[in-house]
């Protein structure tokens, strides 16, 4: 990381901070009669020009004064996470232990942070594929119909049906039920384990092929995950983008619609403890490069189980989105360590 000097880290974060409130470049002339820098505007001039070459700020054609590169808010906001502050207020949580009240906690999240903060707010329900399998049920439901239940440590519960065009064997539904039980209880779906478990040498024909056709409960989970992406405030994020002239604004819709890239972007951040952020173009996928996202995980027992995030144009209020997001992910660990 370059070095700056004391009066350098100051100028920059005035000019960032101004640029954020007002959306106009800010210039020498301006920041020595809004600030006390204790030196002449032509310092304040040679200041700019030295952040400008070390790709901090750049310098509009149409205008004397200056705006942030993706580089100076990088800068910006990790001296920002550096400095202790005091907290924003939590969302408020309504207790229920019923999956649907979770859902319900994780929805008001996005919609009370996305007015908070004016932008876009996604709220990621504990994904199965990060959780590990607590109990399996397999039941025969009609001669011809199965259904697969999986309980994960995250608490959820999902469900499959399976038809078959040959009456089902109630032996084999309870064979499945426990061998699968002994092999895949702690276990991460979508690993090599859950692979091998049906995948295994020792499986007799008849077994093999009741396996094979429950099989993909225990795959293809992205569809249900991206159900569970709460968002709040797509117009909002859409409008401040529009007024700011960016592009890729058809991609990006085509995102919030479908969700699963969005899903890939909050993955990396789930693996990550403290907050995770990524501005302009650290972000690969091209519409997403005239925004930034803050994030935050929430848990249990030192688990991540989900993120809460708010993605915005680079040119977002950082200090009191980053405080915000930190406060609604604290306030879901804390919904949910009381009703797990």
């Known amino acids: ?127 199965v594929t990060t959780s590990t399998v607590r109990h399996i049920e397999i039941l025969s439901l009609q001669p011809h119909l199965a259904m697969v239940v999986i309980i994960t440590t995250s608490g959820q519960v999902t469900k499959r049906i399976f038809h078959f065009l040959q009456a089902i064997d109630e032996g084999l539904t ?15 779906l979508g690993t090599r384990r859950v692979a091998a478990t049906f995948d295994s040498p020792d499986l007799r024909a008849k077994e093999r092929a009741f396996l094979d056709a429950v099989r993909p409960a225990f795959e293809a989970q992205a569809a249900r995950d991206a159900e569970g992406l709460h968002l709040g405030g797509a117009s909002r994020l859409l409008d401040n983008l529009t007024r700011q002239g960016a592009g890729h604004l058809d991609e990006l819709l085509e995102m919030l619609e479908h969700r699963y890239n969005l899903l890939e972007l909050l993955s990396e951040a789930l693996r990550e403890d403290g907050m995770y952020l990524r501005i302009g173009h650290e972000m690969t996928t091209p519409s997403l490069q005239a925004c930034s996202l803050v994030a935050a995980n929430y848990g249990v027992a030192n688990r991540n189980l989900g993120t809460v ?23 879901l660990s804390t919904y949910l360590e009381e009703i797990w």
Request: net charge negative; glycine share 8%; charged share 25%.
């Open 174 to 188: 309870e064979f499945a039920r426990v061998y699968l039980n002994e092999r895949l209880v702690g276990a991460q």
């Open 309 to 331: 995030s708010v993605l915005g144009p680079t040119r977002m209020d950082y200090q009191r989105v980053i405080a915000t997001v930190r406060a609604a992910a604290d306030s």
């Open 1 to 127: 990381m370059l070095a700056l000097k004391a009066r350098q880290q100051r100028v920059l974060r005035s000019v960032i901070e101004e640029y954020i409130a007002s959306g106009a470049p800010v210039g020498s002339k301006y920041l020595s009669e809004r600030f006390e820098f204790g030196v002449a505007a032509s310092t304040i001039r040679n200041d700019l020009a030295d952040l400008e070459e070390m790709g901090m700020l750049a310098h509009p054609h149409t205008s004397a004064g200056r705006v942030p590169t993706d580089a100076g808010y990088r800068r910006y906001v990790d001296t920002i996470l550096g400095e202790r502050r005091e907290a924003a207020p939590g969302i408020p949580l309504e207790h229920g232990g019923a999956r649907s009240e979770i859902d319900d906690a994780l929805r008001e999240t996005a919609d009370a942070l996305s007015k908070v903060t004016e932008l876009l707010a996604m709220v990621s329900a504990p994904a």
